[in-house]
């Protein structure tokens, strides 16, 4: 009970303050695809509803953008059937309503590059073990992998498996998995369900023990399977692209902590789950624990697996499900205190299960992370155990501004990785030099290319003064560029409604005149000076400085 009462007294404490947002942190949800649960629920049957799909698809990343998500681990494989145009497994019905039914689209290429031009990561959600009921089995046909590779499989309490304690088994994981990274630009495999089905006792797998164990006990035997398949396909993904960040998706307790049991359904013991230990061997990136708990089921249960990270990233699935009144009917308040809670000791983020419970607005979450813990953007961190040197400076930086739209340009960079194409983060802010430390800074991140167009939004202050940083795949970020400060005689601008002026302590008052050097208006020397007491004509600005010295400006003011 001491050490209840000592969690329940910490989490007070941390709520009871506003936290400062962390500028690299993963923000990720599940976007889930079987049976339509986040997308789609339109068919792609026609053009019409191949519009129509993309638009609801769109319109999802557009909302996680607007809430500063930067992750969407998109449901790729499914149950032995895929969303892409694969040579290995088959469509799922998800898209069409018919298994095997092409969308007439590449579903997996269009949500990777409208992630992309949203400066989203998308990774690719592989269900690794599960192949589907018997009815969905027999729905694939000749199509399904219990045909077509019948050795592999096994049918356990009514549904269908890949056989983990079958080396052949990793090696057709593997394919699926190759095929993906190959074919597509995405940013990471992510596995869910690696692991043997749920209380595998009796799992019919005494053939392959008895051929394949060493001697080992069944328990380690299978633990090492599972192990092995994780290794496998960490190791040959890394070979193909480094960068591609490998994880998966674990039962939420690894073990009984010193203080508190699991309830006897954790990782290890029940379905054979070394994630601890994958960690500490380096073939996992991220560990997105499913923990969908709440209380002394979620707190302890973090620490233990934050405290053995080994250095790699540990983001708690959130189980925010459990909000709906037809689930749990938990309160927002327990899903907040678990953002805190991640924030306060250390992991790497949060991920959240399911996307649709955040764009629906589930009790406010929406609008909770918008306009409190998501309220500024974040960087991916970094993968410095894979690569540590960030790209190349980017150079001449250029800013050409016209009325609220500021067009930015600068020179490429290079990264040390010659198949890698840097790219770019832009910051903006009041102040010179901007300071990239502040996420409060960040106006668009994962820029594709050397120029970026920036206006500002309805009613908001036109920023004065920009910053560029390069960014490689590993998410290894440069020092910035800053827009080069021009003398004060030339640094002005306007936003329509005001003169944006130089930040200086030199200067005493600023006088305006129309083109004849008729006086129209005069004040005491301020960043912002109001144009709405101007009438429509042109108009020279002048500067004095407080030891009196005038200073004329080339700048003409078009009213």
């Known amino acids: 009970m001491r050490h209840t009462y000592l969690i329940l007294l ?26 339509g649960l986040d997308w789609p629920s339109a068919k792609a049957t026609s053009a019409a509803g191949i519009r129509k799909q993309k638009m609801e698809l769109c319109q999802m990343l557009d909302e996680l953008k607007a809430a500063n998500f930067n992750t969407v681990l998109l449901q790729t494989r499914l149950r032995g059937d895929v969303i892409y145009p694969s040579s290995i497994e088959t469509y799922n019905e998800t898209l069409t309503g018919t298994e095997g039914r092409t969308p007439g689209y590449d579903v997996l290429a269009f949500a990777i590059e409208e992630c992309h031009k949203r400066g989203l990561e998308c990774h690719a959600w592989v269900v690794s073990i599960p192949l589907g009921t018997e009815k969905h089995v027999k729905e694939l046909g000749k199509n399904s992998v219990t045909r077509k590779w019948p050795r592999l499989c096994k049918r356990y309490q009514g549904d269908w498996f890949l056989d983990p304690g079958n080396p052949a088994t990793k090696e057709y994981l593997l394919s699926l998995v190759q095929e993906i990274v190959t074919r597509y630009d995405v940013d990471g495999i992510h596995l869910d369900y ?55 998706s674990p039962i939420g307790k690894f073990k009984d902590t010193s203080h508190y049991p699991s309830g006897g359904w954790n990782a290890y013991y029940t379905v054979y789950q070394d994630a601890q230990g994958w960690l500490q061997e380096g073939i996992q990136d991220i560990l997105f624990p499913m923990m969908y708990f709440n209380g002394n089921n979620f707190y302890p249960f973090a620490l233990d697996w934050q405290e053995k990270c080994s250095g790699r990233f540990i983001v708690p699935g959130l189980g925010i499900y459990f909000m709906d009144p037809s689930e749990k009917n938990w309160p927002l308040s327990e899903i907040v205190r678990q953002i805190y809670f991640t924030r306060d000791h250390g992991l790497a983020g949060q991920a959240y299960y399911r996307a649709q419970y955040i764009t629906k607005n589930m009790k406010g979450m929406l609008d909770e992370l918008t306009g409190l813990h998501y309220a500024s953007p974040a960087i991916q961190p970094a993968m410095t155990w894979i690569d540590n040197i960030p790209p190349s400076i980017p150079k001449k930086l250029i800013s050409n501004r016209k009325g609220s739209i500021v067009q930015l340009n600068w020179q490429t960079s290079t990264d040390n990785d010659s198949r890698i194409t840097p790219y770019y983060i832009v910051y903006a802010s009041d102040h010179y030099p901007v300071d990239i430390n502040n996420p409060k800074n960040i106006v668009a991140q994962s820029v594709r290319g050397n120029n970026y167009t920036y206006e500002e939004e309805s009613g908001k202050q036109m920023k004065r003064f920009f910053s560029i940083t390069a960014i490689d795949r590993f998410g290894n970020e440069s020092e910035a560029t800053q827009q080069p400060p021009l003398k004060n005689e030339f640094q002005i601008s306007e936003d329509g409604t005001q003169l944006l002026l130089p930040s200086s302590t030199e200067l005493a008052t600023i006088t305006i005149t129309d083109l004849t050097g008729r006086c129209v208006l005069q004040s005491n020397y301020e960043e912002r000076i109001p144009l709405n007491q101007l009438m429509k004509g042109a108009y020279r600005v002048i500067f004095t400085d407080i030891k009196g010295k005038i200073h004329p400006s080339t700048h003409i003011l078009a009213r």
Request: aromatic content about 12%; charged content about 25%.
């Open 10 to 35: 910490l989490l007070c404490v941390h709520c009871s303050h506003i936290q400062a947002q962390p500028k690299n942190e993963i923000r990720a949800t599940w976007l889930t695809t079987i049976y």
């Open 194 to 248: 690696i692991r043997y089905p749920d209380r595998p006792k009796d799992f019919p797998d005494k053939e392959m023990y008895r051929k394949y164990g060493n001697g080992k006990s069944l328990d380690t035997w299978r633990r090492d399977n599972i192990t092995a398949i994780v290794r496998h396909l960490y190791q040959q993904v890394k070979q193909l692209k480094p960068w591609v960040k490998m994880s998966c």
